[in-house]
Every structure is written in structure tokens, then in C-alpha cells.
DNA sequence: TATTGTTATACTCTATAACTATA
DNA sequence: TATAGTTATAGAGTATAACAATA
């Protein structure tokens, strides 16, 4: 076990707030909200003692398609060396294969194996079959309401 | 810098997913938009040299006072050697103090000093000052929805 | 004896600096 | 010279095992 699964990275807070009592408090609701349901996920995986830094590169494979080892270190903002380390470990465990570009030969095509797919595949499946099986036991407003707000947590994501 | 800050460890997955069209669409877009949110509040905080892990520890004193070393490890989930490290060097920070205590002298009493308490304050204003923002700038119906949201997700993260 | 905390040791993940091969 | 990748080395965070002090 590398990870503590579910161990509280940011603890959800409940401060007494000064300034905007509406927008504050609203704020401090769904900061833990947040914080607590991505802990809840976080803990569903495939493979449990794989990081989460290790899953990442393969989703982002899974995602985006192969990439160089260059373009995996500024996708996961890690340093070059980091990323080697990792791809390295994938490698060997059979989950990526490192490639030579055959026209830029200072560079190494990474891409998925079957396996790492299959690693990808059933994490993403169990994450979403315990958020689907929690969904299932709401009320239809409700799982609308969630549905409404997810999109709108995106967008402000992405500000 | 010991922690990149707005990396990936848990990539948003968009895939075409396979049973339940409306409930398995609607968990992965729940999930992504989850993780999107958590990773740019994570973003925010008071000393971005600080991990994670000590800030939990910080945050944990703030909430819910003063712990054993043993007490810290329980609710961090982490071993005591692991803990006993990162209260180290939050103490050779100067954010918080190890005390003997009186009554059963095996234990040691940990607490924040005022400066761990400015790190935590500061990072926690940091965060709702940034959700604040992006939720000023909302309809007032989509913070309704997501107010409703928040309250539903905490009743989910508690399964 | 059992419990609490600490030290010893080792492995992973991260970084910066230096090196190799290629463009 | 510049770029892509790798290797060398070191610090932080995790773990298990062994130890010291106290109950």
C-alpha cells in the first residue's frame, strides 16, 4: 500500500465566516462537499497499489492517445526526470511501451499496453459504479439537481 | 516547490460508457466535474511549499484541537512514524508545538502555534475568497442548484 | 505486559544538475 | 547550439521493525 486512500489530503474546514454571509457560507459548503465526494472517489481503484501519479499517465494515455515522454511531463507538470521515473515503473510492470520516433530519433513514443488499458478500464468502472449505485438511491429532483450542478462546477473549474 | 499544485493525479475520464445510459452518464460527469473542482481549489493556499500532508495536520488542530501524536496518525491514516516525521518538521517550522503530557508521560500533546493557525486561516480564506469569486459571478439559480448540490454530495460522501 | 512515542532503515516520488544522443 | 531523454543525487513522505519510557 503506497497511498493512503482514504486519508484526509485537505480536510473539509467549517470556519465561522466574516464577509458575505451568503456567498460564504455557500462557498465553505461546497469546498467540503467537494473535497469530501473526490476523497470518497479517490478511494475506488483497480490496481491499489498503483499512485495516483502512475494512474494519471495512464489515463491521460487512455485520453489523449501516445504521447512523448516530454509531453507527459508537461501534461502532468512534473519535471522531465519525474516522468521518466514513472514511465519507467509502468514499463516494467507491462502497462506502457516506450517506442523510438523513427524520424525525431532523440525521442520516445509512450503509449498504452493491453494491460494498461485494462488497468484504466476498470478503475474508471468501479469509481463510476459506486457514484452510479449512490445516484441510483437519490430521488429523481435529486439526481437532477446533481446533474445541474455538475455542469456548472466545470465551468467554474475552468476559470 | 514539493508539490505541483494544479497537476492531475486523478485525470478527468471522458469515455463512452456502456450500461445504464442516463445514471453511467451521469456519474462520469459528476466525477469529472468533482475532480476538476478539488484540483483548482487545491490550487489555492497560504505556503505553497507546504505538502498537503502537513497541511491536513495543520487543518486537523484547527478543527478539532489538540491530538496525541497516536490521535494525529488515527485520524490522517497514516503510521506514527510517518506522522511522527511530518509533526518534525511542522514543529522545526514553527507551526506548532509538542508538549509533554502531565498525566500520562508517554504522551505528547501536539497544538498549533499562532503562526501554524495564520497558515491555516490564510490558506482557508484563500480558497473561499476564490470560490466566492466564481460564485459572484453565477445566476442566482445556478447557486441554488449549487447549494441543493453541495448538501447531496456530503450525504453521498458518507456511504 | 501493553501502550506511546521515537529511531533505524528502506522504498517511492519529487526535484535540480549533469550527461548523452540527436537535430 | 538547442532539444529530448536519461542518469546521478538528494529531500520529503511513506512503510515496517526495533527500541525506550511509562502505565
Known sequence: MNDSVDASPLPDLTFA???????SAAASDLRMATFRLARRLRAQRAVDTMSDGQFAVLAALTVHGAHTLGQLADRERVTAPSM?????????AG???RTP??????????????DGRAVVDETVR??????EEALSSLAPDEREALARAAEIMRKMAER
Chains 1, 2 share one sequence.
Open 101 to 114: 520516433d523513427e524520424v525525431d530519433r532523440r525521442k520516445v513514443t509512450i503509449d498504452l499496453t493491453d
Open 84 to 92: 521518466n521515473r514513472t514511465v519507467t515503473l509502468l514499463e516494467n
Open 95 to 97: 502497462y506502457l511501451t
Open 126 to 131: 468501479r469509481r463510476d459504479a459506486w457514484l
Open 17 to 23: 465566516r466574516t464577509p458575505a454571509p451568503d456567498l
